[in-house]
């Protein structure tokens, strides 16, 4: 099981590599749980791909940014 694994390595860190693998672990923690809770809502979480980036040109090409002079 993947989690014996995990813990084989881990037992092999010191305690100050286990701070930097604890902060990183809390950030896929976070994002994990953020996506989550959007998909309990019923939003459809998807990473960004490349056939995004075609989206993301027409929604430029269609709704150009303008300065705002004031």
């Known amino acids: ?6 813990n084989v390595l881990l037992d ?12 990183r672990i809390e ?3 976070r994002k994990y749980m953020y996506n989550k809770n959007l998909e309990d809502k019923g939003v459809l979480v998807t990473e960004l791909c490349e056939e ?10 269609t709704f150009p940014r303008t300065s705002v002079k004031r």
Do not use: F
């Open 52 to 61: 995004s980036e075609e989206i993301i040109q027409k929604w430029d090409n």
């Open 1 to 6: 099981m993947i989690r014996d694994e995990i």
């Open 12 to 23: 092999a860190l010191p305690d100050h590599e286990l701070n930097v693998v604890y902060s």
């Open 27 to 29: 950030l896929v923690h």
